[in-house]
Structure formats: C-alpha cells, structure tokens
C-alpha cells in the first residue's frame, strides 16, 4: 500500500468520524418543566396536561383516552387556553401527529401545562454516548485491510 493510499484512507476516515460528531452534536434534548406565568408561554412549545374529565370532555374534539396535547399555546381567551396542537399522547402511551390545528381548552379541564426547555446536560450526555458508541463500533468493524505484509500468523519472518 502506497503512503498517497493511506492517506487518502486516514482523510477518509477523519472525515467520516467528524460527521458522525456532528451529526451527534446537533441532537437535541429537551425536558418539561412547569410554567404558572402564563403570559411567557406564548408562542412557546407546551405540553397541556388533561384532567381525567378533561379526556372525557374533549373526546369528541381531540379523541378518546387523550392524556396529553403537546403544542405551540397561542394563549388565553374568556373560555379557555388555545393551543396549536402538534402531538396528542394517549393513556396507553400512543402518539399521533397533529398539524397545528387550534384546539381550545377550558382551565377547569387542565391537569397542569408545562413549558418547553432545552437540557444541555442532556443533550451532551446523549452526543458523547453517541459518539462514543460510533467511535467503539467503527473499531471493532475495523479489519486488517488489503496491504498487509502477510507473513507468520504467530510471529517471526515470513518463509522465504
């Protein structure tokens, strides 16, 4: 194998591995935290906890057994919160996509709402535990290759 090939392998390789990194790197956790000012949360991701009347009350707007709606709170009127929905959850932990439709919800209905927030604690642990797992990986994946010298398997110099 010729100094040029090796190189070529190593860029290779270098390149491969930062875009893995940065793949990994820009994966990003978040987590729920509760928000009592309702005036912050406009226009901000929320997750709006039913009560279990709320589920029953809601069924016939947003489905049955409805535990969650995750969305953009649009904010208060006289009746309720609205809120744009992109995810509902059910009881048995099922998601289903929504397309931003306006669902409002009356207070009485509301378990608890919570905002939003990046975790950058875990999103680095995430990004090194990927990178890590892709680093273990490509080496134990990684083979002699075709330019190898050859010779005695268990030591000394090849037979002449």
């Given at each position: 194998m010729t100094r040029s090939t090796t190189r070529t392998r190593c860029k290779r390789g270098a390149v491969s591995l930062a875009l893995i990194v940065a793949h990994f790197s820009l994966q990003?956790?978040?987590?729920?935290?509760?928000?009592?000012?309702?005036?912050?949360?406009?226009?901000?991701?929320?997750?709006?906890?039913?009560?279990d009347s709320g589920s029953v009350v809601l069924a016939p707007k947003i489905?049955?057994?409805?535990?969650?709606l995750e969305g953009v709170f649009q904010g208060d009127s006289t009746n309720g919160h609205i809120l744009a929905v992109y995810m509902s959850r059910q009881r048995s932990g099922a998601e289903t996509d929504w397309k931003g439709e306006h669902?409002?919800?009356?207070?009485?209905?509301?378990?608890s709402?919570?905002?939003r927030e990046f975790s950058a604690s875990r999103t680095a642990f995430v990004s090194a535990l990927?990178?890590?797992?892709?680093?273990?990986?490509t080496?134990?994946?990684?083979g002699r290759g075709e330019?190898?010298?050859?010779?005695?398997?268990?030591?000394?110099?090849p037979a002449q």
């Open positions: 990003a956790c978040y987590i729920y935290l509760p928000e009592h000012d309702l005036t912050v949360l406009r226009g901000q991701r929320a997750n709006v906890a039913l009560t489905g049955p057994g409805i535990t969650d669902v409002m919800i009356p207070q009485p209905l509301i378990a709402i919570q905002k990927g990178t890590a797992g892709f680093v273990a990986l080496l134990a994946l990684r330019g190898g010298q050859g010779g005695n398997p268990i030591g000394g110099r």
